[in-house]
C-alpha cells in the first residue's frame, strides 16, 4: 500500500514537473519566471545535503563550500573560455575533486559525525576569508578576476554546447533549471532504491553492522560524499550563470546555515521535504524581508534575514524537530489509523 | 635580533589569542559535550558589552574585565535554561539551535546596534624593540590569557566547584544520586565558558572593533582549537592553540594572513586524521 | 586433526597493563564446533573481540586458513568468509526484516541468488510470519534471528557467534540450540556463551578460559566432571546448575 502510494507520488511529481517545463514560460511574468529559477537551482543545492546528511549520515554542514566551488570554477572558467559547456562540467568536477580529498582525511580518519559538521563549516568560512582577501588586480586566473570580496560580475549566460552565440533566454534558464531540479530529484531516487544507495542507509542505520556483513562504510560514505559535492557544485554553476554574478557570499555562514534550515524545516531524511524546505524559507525570507507592516509590529525597521532564519531554526529544533513532511505523514497515518 | 624579538612575540601574541577566542569554547564543549555555534556571537556580545560602556563614559578596564564576562555570563546561564537544556544529550539538535541562536543574535544586534561600532583605540601605548615598536596591548592580550588559563586550571582541579562540575560531568546519575543539583552545575557551567567568550570578546574589542557579524570572523579558527585540542579542556586548548598559533603565524609571517589561516585548517585536518579524537584524545586522557 | 580453519599464537591484549588474555594459542579444526566458556572476566570476551577486529590485540598473531588476518579491517573478514555476531545485537532497526536480510545476501550474491538465499534463511529462523516489520518493532529473541540471519545469508566458512541465546526465552533457546546443530553441519563455529544448559545442548568441545588463559580443552562431559573447571567456574556461579 505504502509502495502503491509512492508511485502514485512520483507519477504526480513528473507530470507536474514536466507541465511546469513546457507551460509555465507561457502563463507567468517574467519576474515570477527568474525568482522560480531561482528557487530550483537553490532546491538542488538542498537535495544534494538531503541525499548526503539525510541517506548518508554525513553532517556535512559546509555544503556551501562545493556549490560556491562549482561556481567559482564555471565563472573562472567561462570568462576565459567565453563557451559554456566545459566550465559547466568543471564546475561539477572541481567540487567533487576537492570534496574527495576533504573527505578522505574526515571520513578515513574516522572522526565523529559533530567533527564532520564542524570542519566542513569551517572550510567552508576559510574559503569566505580566502575569497574576500583577493580583491587586488595581482589575484586573476587568465583573463578573469577573482575580484574579493566584489565577486566576479558579468558572467555570460549558459549557451546551446557547442553554439557559443546560442544563449539562453529567461525561459530557457527557467526550463534548464527545473529540468535539473526534476533530473536530479528522480536520479537521487534511483540512486537511494539502487544496491548502493541500500547499503549506504544500512550504514546510517548501523556502520558496525554493515562492516561485518562486508560493506566497507567508508568507501560508501566518501562516494555518496563526493556525489553530493558534484550536486552541489553543479547548482553554484546554475546560481552564477542564472544572476551572472558569484561572490563570496555563498561560502557565508549565513548561507551554509540556510541549507541546513530548508533540510530541517522539510524534514531530514525525505527528498521532497528538501525541495519543500527550500521554497518555503525562500518564500518567508523574502515576504517578511519586504514586508514593512511586520517589521513594524515588532518595532523594526526592516527584518534582517538572519533574524528570521534563527528563529525559524530555533523553533524546529524545538518544537518540530523531525521536520513539516515527516509530521504531516505521521499525523495522515494517525488519523487514518484512528479512522479505520 | 630584534626582528627575531618581534617575530617571537608575534607567535606568542598568535597562540595567545587563539587560546583567548577558544577557551570558552573548550569549556563547554570539554565539560558538557556541546558545541556551541553561538561562540562567536558570545564574543561579539563581549565586544559590545566593553565598546558601549565605554562610550557612555566607563572606564575601559572596568567594562572590559567586569561588564564583559558578567554580562555575557548571565546571558549564557539563561541560554542554557531556555535552549540547552531541553536538549541535554542530543548533540546534533544541540548544534542546530545553538546555530539559531547565532543567526537570531547577529539578526538583533544588526537592528538594535547598528551595523558598524568602531574600535576605541587600544589602550597601553607601545614598546620600542630595537628599531621596532610594538604595542603594549599585546603583552597585555599575552599575559591575561596566561591568568585565565591559570585560574582556570585552579578552578577546575582545587576548587569544590571544579569537583561538583568534573563529577557531574563524568557520571550525572551518580552526582545527582550523592546529592549534587545537576542542573545548577550544568548552568554554572555553561555561564562560566559564555564569561569566558565574553570576557575575550571584550578584551579583542579595542583592536577589531565591534560589527554584529564579527563572531564569524573568529568562530572558524576557535572550532579548529577546540576540536583539534580534543575533550580535556585545557591541555586540550593549550596545545592546540600552540600548534596551530605557530603554524598559522609562520605562514602568515611568509606568506598573508588568509594564507596562514588556510594552512591552520589544513594542519588541524591532517592532525585529525592522524589523531580522530584530538591531541588530547590520546596523549592526555582524563585530565582537565 | 586436518589443517585449521582459525588459529592463533600467543594472542595477548593488554589494558593498562594488566593482561585480559595473555598469549593464548588456540586451534579450531574445519567444520568444528567449539564452546568458550569461562567466569566473567576470564578473557573469552577480550579473546573473541580480537578474533573478529573489534579490539586490536597488544601481541600474537591471528591466523584464517593459514593466512594472517590480525587486526583486519572488519568488512575483509566478511570478505574472507567470517561471519560475526556481536553480543548486543546490532542490527538495522530502520529496515524490515526481509531487507536486512537481503542487503546481507547481496553484498556477495547475484540478486537472483540473494532472493533465494532469503527465503531459506526466513524459512530456516522462523522469521517468515515478520518478514515485512521493521527489525526496531520485533522481541529481542526474533531480533538475535534477525541478526543470526544476516551473517548466514553471508553464507559464510565460519561463524563467530557472541552468546546467540542471551535475553532468550527457553523455548526460543531450544529452539536456537536445534538451528545451531542444523548450521554445524556445514561449517565451523565458535560460540562464546554464558548459559552451561546451552552448552550442553550443542557442545562437544570446550574451551575454558580462566585469568586470560586457556584452563583446559575438552569434550563437554569430561569438562564438566574436571575438579578445576568446577572450581574456578562453578565456585564463580553457585547459583547456576551446581
Redesign the interface.
Known amino acids: 500500500m505504502k509502495r502503491a502510494a509512492d508511485r502514485i507520488g512520483i507519477a504526480a511529481i513528473a507530470i507536474l514537473g514536466l507541465g511546469a517545463l513546457i507551460g509555465v514560460p507561457h502563463v507567468v511574468e517574467l519576474f515570477t519566471l527568474v525568482d522560480v529559477a531561482v528557487y530550483c537551482i537553490l532546491a538542488i543545492l538542498a537535495l544534494s545535503l538531503a541525499f548526503v546528511w539525510g541517506f548518508g549520515g554525513i ?1 556535512s554542514f559546509g555544503q556551501s563550500a562545493f556549490f560556491g566551488l562549482g561556481g567559482y570554477a564555471y565563472a573562472l572558467a567561462v570568462i576565459n573560455m567565453g563557451e559554456s559547456t566545459v566550465p559547466i562540467l568543471l564546475g561539477a568536477i572541481v567540487p567533487m575533486l576537492f570534496a574527495a580529498l ?1 573527505g578522505y ?2 571520513i ?8 564532520l ?3 566542513t ?3 567552508s ?2 574559503f ?3 575569497i ?2 583577493t580583491a587586488g588586480p595581482e589575484y586573476a586566473i587568465g583573463r578573469a578576476r577573482l575580484g574579493g570580496h566584489n565577486g566576479i560580475p558579468g558572467l555570460p549566460p549558459i549557451n546551446i554546447p557547442g553554439n557559443a552565440a546560442a544563449q539562453l533566454d529567461y525561459a530557457g534558464t527557467f526550463r534548464l533549471s527545473l529540468g535539473a531540479l526534476l533530473l536530479v530529484y528522480f536520479g537521487l531516487r534511483a540512486l537511494i532504491a539502487s ?1 548502493f544507495g ?2 549506504l ?2 550504514i546510517r ?2 556502520e ?10 567508508r568507501r560508501y560514505k566518501l562516494i555518496a560524499f563526493v556525489i553530493g559535492g558534484g550536486i552541489a557544485g553543479f547548482a553554484g554553476v546554475l546560481f552564477a550563470s542564472w544572476g551572472s554574478f558569484i561572490g563570496p557570499g555563498v561560502f ?3 548561507f551554509a ?1 540556510q541549507i ?1 534550515i530548508w533540510i ?1 524545516v522539510g524534514g531530514l531524511g525525505t527528498l521532497a521535504g528538501a525541495v519543500l524546505g527550500t521554497v518555503l524559507i525562500q518564500y518567508l525570507t523574502t515576504w517578511l524581508g519586504q514586508s514593512k507592516s511586520v517589521a513594524a509590529l515588532i518595532g ?16 524546529f ?2 518544537l518540530v ?1 523531525s521536520g513539516v513532511i515527516p509530521t504531516l505523514r505521521k499525523l495522515w497515518l494517525g488519523r487514518r489509523g484512528a479512522s479505520a | 635580533m630584534d626582528y627575531a624579538a618581534i617575530f617571537l612575540i608575534q607567535v606568542a601574541y598568535a597562540i595567545a589569542s587563539l587560546a583567548l577566542i577558544s577557551v570558552g569554547l573548550a569549556v563547554i564543549y570539554g565539560m558538557m559535550r556541546v558545541i556551541n555555534f553561538a561562540h562567536g556571537e558570545f564574543l561579539m556580545l563581549g565586544g559590545y558589552a566593553v565598546i558601549l560602556p565605554v562610550q557612555a563614559g566607563v572606564n575601559i578596564w572596568i567594562a572590559m574585565l567586569v561588564i564583559a564576562p558578567v554580562t555575557v555570563g548571565a546571558f549564557g546561564v539563561v541560554v542554557e535554561r531556555l535552549v540547552i537544556r531541553p536538549l541535554y544529550g542530543r548533540v546534533i539538535d544541540t548544534v542546530l539551535a545553538t546555530w539559531g541562536l547565532s543567526l537570531l543574535l547577529i539578526g538583533l544586534a544588526s537592528a538594535v546596534l547598528g551595523y558598524y561600532q568602531e574600535g576605541s583605540k587600544p589602550p597601553l601605548g607601545s614598546v620600542q624593540i630595537g628599531a621596532y615598536r610594538e604595542s603594549g596591548y599585546t603583552f597585555f592580550v599575552i599575559a591575561v590569557t596566561l591568568a585565565i588559563m591559570a585560574a582556570l586550571y585552579l578552578g577546575l582541579k582545587r576548587t569544590r566547584f571544579g569537583l561538583l562540575a568534573r563529577g557531574t560531568m563524568q557520571n550525572p546519575a551518580m552526582a545527582a544520586g550523592l546529592g549534587v543539583d545537576t542542573g545548577r552545575i550544568y548552568a554554572a557551567t555553561f555561564g562560566l565558558g559564555a564569561a569566558l567568550s565574553g570576557l575575550a570578546g571584550g578584551i579583542l574589542a579595542p583592536i577589531s572593533g565591534v560589527v554584529p557579524v564579527i563572531g564569524a570572523t573568529y568562530i572558524a579558527k576557535a572550532f579548529i582549537t577546540v576540536i583539534s585540542g580534543g575533550a580535556t579542556v585545557l591541555a586540550g586548548t593549550a596545545s592546540a592553540a600552540a600548534m596551530l598559533g605557530a603554524v598559522n603565524q609562520v605562514v602568515t609571517f611568509l606568506a598573508t594572513p588568509v594564507v596562514g589561516e588556510v594552512a591552520l585548517l589544513a594542519a588541524a585536518i591532517i592532525l585529525l586524521r592522524l589523531l580522530p579524537a584530538g591531541i588530547t584524545g590520546r596523549l592526555f586522557r582524563g585530565g582537565v | 586433526m586436518s589443517a585449521p580453519i582459525l588459529e592463533t599464537r600467543g594472542l595477548t591484549k593488554r589494558f593498562g597493563g594488566v593482561p585480559a588474555v595473555d598469549g593464548v594459542d588456540f586451534k579450531l579444526g574445519e567444520g568444528e564446533l567449539r564452546c568458550l566458556i569461562g567466569p566473567n572476566g576470564a578473557g573469552k570476551s577480550t579473546f573473541f573481540k580480537m578474533i573478529t577486529g573489534q579490539l586490536a590485540p597488544t601481541a600474537g598473531t591471528v591466523l584464517f586458513r593459514g593466512a594472517d588476518v590480525t587486526g583486519e579491517e572488519r568488512h575483509r573478514l566478511a570478505r574472507h568468509g567470517i561471519g560475526i555476531k556481536t553480543q548486543v545485537p546490532s542490527l538495522f532497526d530502520g529496515l524490515d526484516v526481509r531487507e536486512s536480510l537481503h542487503l546481507a545476501a547481496r553484498r556477495f550474491h547475484g540478486a537472483s541468488d540473494a532472493r533465494r538465499i532469503v527465503d531459506a534463511i526466513l524459512a530456516e529462523t522462523h522469521l517468515d510470519a515478520v518478514a515485512g516489520r521493521k527489525v526496531g518493532e520485533l522481541a529481542h529473541g526474533q531480533r538475535q534471528w534477525v541478526e543470526l540471519g544476516m551473517v548466514l545469508a553471508r553464507e559464510p566458512l565460519l561463524l563467530l557467534l557472541d552468546e546467540p541465546t542471551a535475553g532468550m526465552t527457553p523455548d526460543e533457546t531450544r529452539r536456537t540450540a536445534a538451528l545451531i546443530a542444523r548450521l554445524r553441519q556445514r561449517r565451523a563455529m565458535i560460540v562464546v556463551e554464558h548459559d552451561m544448559h546451552f552448552v550442553r545442548m550443542i557442545a562437544e568441545a570446550v574451551t575454558v578460559f580462566h585469568q586470560g588463559r586457556i584452563l583446559m580443552e575438552a569434550p563437554i562431559g569430561e569438562v564438566l566432571r574436571d575438579a578445576r573447571v568446577r572450581e574456578v567456574y562453578l565456585g564463580a556461579h553457585k547459583d547456576r546448575h551446581a
Open positions: 553532517l576533504l582525511f574526515m578515513y580518519g574516522r572522526i565523529s559525525d559533530v567533527y559538521a564542524v570542519i563549516l569551517t572550510v568560512l576559510i569566505y576569508h580566502l574576500n582577501s544496491r541500500r547499503a542507509v544500512a542505520e548501523n558496525l553492522r554493515a562492516e561485518l556483513l562486508g560493506y566497507d562504510s557565508g555562514i549565513a546555515a541546513i530541517l523594526l525597521a526592516k527584518i534582517d534575514t538572519s533574524l528570521v532564519l534563527g528563529a525559524v531554526l530555533i523553533l529544533v524545538l524537530p
